[in-house]
């Protein structure tokens, strides 16, 4: 039986050659595209999964709360917290606090020779950091390597740069940071970070040397950078476990609480939930987003059903032809039972081969894209995805025309009765409508999201940050004085023509201001104060990067009062209540102690237009700055490079010379969104092909099936054109109906995704016009091939077709 079943469906395949290679094309392409997805899918969920405990591993938000309406929500939790918590709370079994340890790390070699190099993936973190994370060790053992106050564990990748072949163990490295610098000792080599982590590192300083810094304050309460994981216990109640953090907190900080009338809550993250549910700012590393996720699978899914419908749609068609193979066969005595086995073995054997084909495209597509391993194969959710795919696919595409062609009736089939009713027209046609209206809402969001990218980067800054060469400070100083040799840089680097200005800020646009601090006019209630970000800047910052000055006055380098002086942005000008930025001049603000208000500067995006503009306090703090600000006024980039590094590297020796373009750095923001566009850009294209594969088998199939139609119509005298339009039309009024489904779903959709940009692009009319309008033109290209040929056919062979 198997073997006449095979024998069958390989003679079927042969006579329905054109329709039977679009069918498996299509097929074929929409398994493939599944497939994609459905690994970045994977790869996006797989994120932290690595960890022993991942289920069990939390990260403190903290929630603040003014007139019980949510005011901000920040990551970063106190430096004491940690400690009491686990003191206080027997459910939490330990804790590990993560600090930033950027800086540049030195290292003298045997022969004398210092490796200088600007580190930015280095943390402070306590002891039980390898406890509470389970990031493999490669040298060392887990609960000694970070005892030590000089302790540090280095990657493995950052040991053969900076040792080569030799042992790390017990090496010295110098670290140089804006929070603790001094000797450490490698005491191990961990296993470089997996991409599926939420936060990447190469160094891990024990944390004990960075805690002698918290002199000033009282306890740790009031030093907030810090990144706080818990390891709870199984079965730990979560929402019992956040009220008593909290109160764990208010212990220590009610009183300020109540100065400021706020009220602050922790909340337990899971910490596999991260990559996906990111907060806004504050984040250690930019994570994904769980509604892209939601995104493509809905993509993933519609491109799967737009190549089954084809298949359906084709074979059911197709299967008409086969109407008086069936009656024979039903009158030789063959069982309904048998008929059906018979077209779901043909399906079954069409789908695998689909599966085959798609399969090598992934392969290749993955191994020219990613250059990948196929890590992901051994992921068993990927395998049973794909099999509940092919299931899928078997029984959809399977079953339908399987039984609508065993139920035909033998005596109207052998009599050529036989006729397409009007209900499997009309289910023909819903399968194009749904077809081509997937199609168009890609289409469509294809359209929104390149225009809002497009939007984003061409839209005026408010400053400019053209030509502009960053350079990371120098952290060892070659006279003691920050302004002495940056004064002696500045003059060197100035006295070449290729230079325009230099600068000095302790950030540059394009980054995250970490640095916040609540602000309040002085002579007000002190309960009444804004959280502001602060950049520290010398005089030469607001000049260099052609920020407008709307009223006041610059920093002045020669003004020692400077020092307390600040100037502000429009928003932060509005959030402090002033009407106009001359009333805002020479007012008092602090965070405690009070800095007159000497000017004030229109606003610009220091980050990408996803975020909306926010108050900024400038400080004359020159000394303060982590960046160094070049604008170039030359076209010879790589040797102006040069000069400029063999300048620093006299003026700041023992230094790295670490460097990026602005303009580059600024646009990575939309680097995840361009990704984004892309692929939409290829499945919108591939769910508009496989949909135009479809309908261009349905018209080869009409165009043959009518063909002793169109023979008789040109011998009555009918035109070429006038044929044309009769088969088209059947045609173009499914697309025609998918138009108008499909644009008030675009618009829904486009909305829903536009809704996380501070500043959008208006969703006009004329986007929608254009999609339907390429929906109709492909259409249109796809079946007037076939109208054309069809109708330009002699009659007479025409009239003899049957």
């Given at each position: 039986m198997f073997k006449i079943y095979l024998t069958i469906a390989w003679r079927t395949l042969l006579k329905h050659k054109a329709i039977s290679l679009i069918m498996l094309i299509g097929l074929s392409l929409s398994m493939a595209a599944f497939m994609l997805i459905s690994r970045y899918v994977f790869d996006e969920l797989s994120y932290d999964e690595f960890h022993q405990n991942a289920d069990r591993v939390y990260r403190i938000h903290v929630h603040d709360y003014?007139?019980?309406?949510?005011?901000?929500?920040?990551?970063?939790?106190?430096?004491?917290?940690?400690?009491?918590?686990?003191?206080?709370?027997?459910?939490?079994?330990?804790?590990?606090?993560?600090?930033?340890?950027?800086?540049?790390?030195?290292?003298?070699?045997?022969?004398?020779?210092?490796?200088?190099?600007?580190?930015?993936?280095?943390?402070?973190?306590?002891?039980?950091?390898?406890?509470?994370?389970?990031?493999?060790?490669l040298k060392g053992a887990a609960n000694q390597v970070l005892q030590s106050p000089e302790s540090v564990v280095v990657s493995a990748s950052m040991a053969r740069k900076y040792f080569g072949d030799e042992n790390p163990i017990g090496k010295i490295l110098y670290l140089t940071s804006e929070w603790q610098g001094g000797n450490y000792i490698v005491?191990?080599?961990?296993?470089?970070?997996?991409?599926?982590?939420?936060f990447h590192f190469d160094f891990i300083f024990a944390i004990q040397n960075l805690l002698k810094n918290d002199q000033f304050v009282t306890g740790g309460w009031y030093w907030t950078n810090f990144y706080t994981y818990l390891l709870l216990k199984p079965h730990t109640n979560i929402q019992s476990t956040e009220k008593r953090i909290t109160a764990v907190s208010e212990k220590h900080l009610g009183r300020l609480w109540q100065r400021y009338n706020i009220h602050q809550t922790m909340v337990l993250q899971p910490m596999r939930d991260i990559h996906l549910y990111p907060l806004n700012n504050t984040e250690i590393?930019?994570?994904?987003?769980?509604?892209?996720?939601y995104v493509l699978i809905l993509v993933a899914i519609l491109i799967l059903v737009i190549g089954l419908l084809n298949y359906i749609n084709l074979s059911t068609v197709m299967g008409m032809e086969r109407a008086k193979e069936v009656g024979i066969r039903k009158t030789l005595g063959s069982e309904k039972r048998q008929l059906i086995s018979q077209f779901l073995f043909e399906s079954f054997l069409f789908n695998f081969?689909?599966?085959?084909?798609?399969?090598?495209?992934?392969?290749m597509a993955t191994q020219m894209v990613t250059q990948s391993d196929f890590a992901i194969?051994?992921?068993?959710?990927?395998?049973?995805?794909?099999?509940?795919?092919?299931?899928?696919?078997?029984?959809?595409?399977?079953?339908?025309?399987?039984?609508?062609?065993?139920?035909?009736?033998?005596?109207?089939?052998?009599?050529?009765?036989?006729?397409?009713?009007?209900?499997?027209?009309?289910?023909?046609?819903?399968?194009?409508?749904?077809?081509?209206?997937?199609?168009?809402?890609?289409?469509?969001?294809?359209?929104?999201?390149?225009?809002?990218?497009?939007?984003?980067?061409?839209?005026?800054?408010?400053?400019?940050?053209?030509?502009?060469?960053?350079?990371?400070?120098?952290?060892?100083?070659?006279?003691?004085?920050?302004?002495?040799?940056?004064?002696?840089?500045?003059?060197?680097?100035?006295?070449?023509?290729?230079?325009?200005?230099?600068?000095?800020?302790?950030?540059?646009?394009?980054?995250?201001?970490?640095?916040?601090?609540?602000?309040?006019?002085?002579?007000?209630?002190a309960n009444n104060f804004k959280i502001c970000h602060v950049?520290?800047?010398?005089?030469?910052?607001?000049?260099?990067?052609q920020i407008k000055l709307l009223a006041g006055r610059n920093f002045v380098k020669e003004m020692i009062l400077d020092d307390n002086a600040a100037i502000i942005n429009e928003t932060a000008m509005k959030a402090f209540g002033f009407t106009t930025p001359e009333s805002a001049l020479n007012q008092e603000i602090g965070d405690g102690l009070p800095k007159k208000i000497v000017g004030v500067v229109k606003d610009f995006h220091q980050e990408s237009l996803k975020s909306s503009k926010k108050p900024i306090v400038f400080y004359h703090i020159p000394w303060s700055s982590a960046f160094l600000s070049l604008t170039i006024q030359s076209q010879d980039i790589k040797n102006t490079l040069f000069i400029i590094e063999e300048i620093y590297k006299n003026a700041f020796p023992n230094n790295a010379f670490e460097y990026f373009f602005l303009d580059t750095y600024f646009q990575q923001q939309y680097d995840s969104?361009?990704?984004?566009?892309?692929?939409?850009?290829?499945?919108?294209?591939?769910?508009?092909?496989?949909?135009?594969?479809?309908?261009?088998?349905?018209?080869?199939?009409?165009?043959?099936?009518?063909?002793k139609e169109i023979g008789i119509r040109k011998v009555l005298g009918a035109t070429v054109s006038s044929i044309v339009v009769l088969l088209s039309k059947d045609f173009l009024k499914p697309v025609l109906w998918a138009v108008l489904i499909a644009s008030p779903l675009a618009w829904y959709a486009a909305d829903w995704w536009l809704q996380e940009f501070a500043y959008r692009v208006p969703i006009q009319w004329w986007v929608f016009v254009a999609g339907g309008l390429t929906a109709i033109l492909i259409a249109i290209l796809t079946i007037s091939f076939h109208s054309i040929k069809s109708a330009l056919m002699n009659p007479v062979k025409s009239l003899n077709s049957e």
């Amino acid at each position: 039986m198997f073997k006449i079943y095979l024998t069958i469906a390989w003679r079927t395949l042969l006579k329905h050659k054109a329709i039977s290679l679009i069918m498996l094309i299509g097929l074929s392409l929409s398994m493939a595209a599944f497939m994609l997805i459905s690994r970045y899918v994977f790869d996006e969920l797989s994120y932290d999964e690595f960890h022993q405990n991942a289920d069990r591993v939390y990260r403190i938000h903290v929630h603040d709360y003014k007139n019980k309406v949510l005011t901000n929500t920040t990551a970063l939790s106190y430096h004491a917290e940690g400690p009491a918590i686990k003191e206080s709370i027997p459910e939490v079994e330990d804790f590990v606090r993560l600090h930033r340890a950027d800086g540049m790390i030195n290292y003298r070699k045997p022969n004398g020779e210092i490796v200088s190099f600007q580190e930015k993936n280095g943390f402070y973190a306590d002891a039980s950091f390898f406890k509470v994370f389970s990031f493999p060790l490669l040298k060392g053992a887990a609960n000694q390597v970070l005892q030590s106050p000089e302790s540090v564990v280095v990657s493995a990748s950052m040991a053969r740069k900076y040792f080569g072949d030799e042992n790390p163990i017990g090496k010295i490295l110098y670290l140089t940071s804006e929070w603790q610098g001094g000797n450490y000792i490698v005491s191990g080599v961990f296993a470089d970070v997996p991409k599926n982590s939420h936060f990447h590192f190469d160094f891990i300083f024990a944390i004990q040397n960075l805690l002698k810094n918290d002199q000033f304050v009282t306890g740790g309460w009031y030093w907030t950078n810090f990144y706080t994981y818990l390891l709870l216990k199984p079965h730990t109640n979560i929402q019992s476990t956040e009220k008593r953090i909290t109160a764990v907190s208010e212990k220590h900080l009610g009183r300020l609480w109540q100065r400021y009338n706020i009220h602050q809550t922790m909340v337990l993250q899971p910490m596999r939930d991260i990559h996906l549910y990111p907060l806004n700012n504050t984040e250690i590393e930019p994570g994904g987003k769980i509604e892209i996720i939601y995104v493509l699978i809905l993509v993933a899914i519609l491109i799967l059903v737009i190549g089954l419908l084809n298949y359906i749609n084709l074979s059911t068609v197709m299967g008409m032809e086969r109407a008086k193979e069936v009656g024979i066969r039903k009158t030789l005595g063959s069982e309904k039972r048998q008929l059906i086995s018979q077209f779901l073995f043909e399906s079954f054997l069409f789908n695998f081969l689909a599966l085959l084909i798609g399969l090598g495209i992934f392969l290749m597509a993955t191994q020219m894209v990613t250059q990948s391993d196929f890590a992901i194969f051994y992921q068993t959710l990927f395998y049973l995805t794909i099999i509940g795919a092919f299931c899928l696919s078997f029984v959809l595409s399977g079953f339908y025309p399987a039984f609508v062609l065993s139920s035909l009736k033998p005596i109207q089939v052998l009599k050529g009765k036989l006729s397409a009713n009007s209900s499997g027209k009309l289910f023909r046609k819903g399968l194009v409508i749904f077809q081509f209206s997937a199609s168009i809402m890609l289409i469509i969001s294809t359209i929104v999201i390149n225009q809002q990218i497009k939007f984003m980067q061409k839209q005026d800054l408010g400053m400019n940050i053209e030509q502009k060469l960053i350079i990371t400070t120098p952290k060892i100083l070659r006279t003691g004085s920050f302004t002495n040799d940056m004064t002696f840089f500045k003059d060197r680097v100035l006295s070449n023509t290729s230079v325009k200005n230099v600068t000095v800020s302790s950030s540059v646009p394009g980054r995250e201001i970490f640095w916040t601090a609540e602000f309040q006019r002085f002579h007000e209630a002190a309960n009444n104060f804004k959280i502001c970000h602060v950049v520290a800047v010398d005089e030469d910052f607001i000049s260099a990067y052609q920020i407008k000055l709307l009223a006041g006055r610059n920093f002045v380098k020669e003004m020692i009062l400077d020092d307390n002086a600040a100037i502000i942005n429009e928003t932060a000008m509005k959030a402090f209540g002033f009407t106009t930025p001359e009333s805002a001049l020479n007012q008092e603000i602090g965070d405690g102690l009070p800095k007159k208000i000497v000017g004030v500067v229109k606003d610009f995006h220091q980050e990408s237009l996803k975020s909306s503009k926010k108050p900024i306090v400038f400080y004359h703090i020159p000394w303060s700055s982590a960046f160094l600000s070049l604008t170039i006024q030359s076209q010879d980039i790589k040797n102006t490079l040069f000069i400029i590094e063999e300048i620093y590297k006299n003026a700041f020796p023992n230094n790295a010379f670490e460097y990026f373009f602005l303009d580059t750095y600024f646009q990575q923001q939309y680097d995840s969104d361009e990704r984004l566009a892309k692929l939409f850009n290829w499945f919108a294209g591939l769910a508009i092909y496989i949909a135009c594969l479809g309908l261009l088998g349905l018209a080869m199939f009409t165009a043959r099936s009518r063909t002793k139609e169109i023979g008789i119509r040109k011998v009555l005298g009918a035109t070429v054109s006038s044929i044309v339009v009769l088969l088209s039309k059947d045609f173009l009024k499914p697309v025609l109906w998918a138009v108008l489904i499909a644009s008030p779903l675009a618009w829904y959709a486009a909305d829903w995704w536009l809704q996380e940009f501070a500043y959008r692009v208006p969703i006009q009319w004329w986007v929608f016009v254009a999609g339907g309008l390429t929906a109709i033109l492909i259409a249109i290209l796809t079946i007037s091939f076939h109208s054309i040929k069809s109708a330009l056919m002699n009659p007479v062979k025409s009239l003899n077709s049957e």
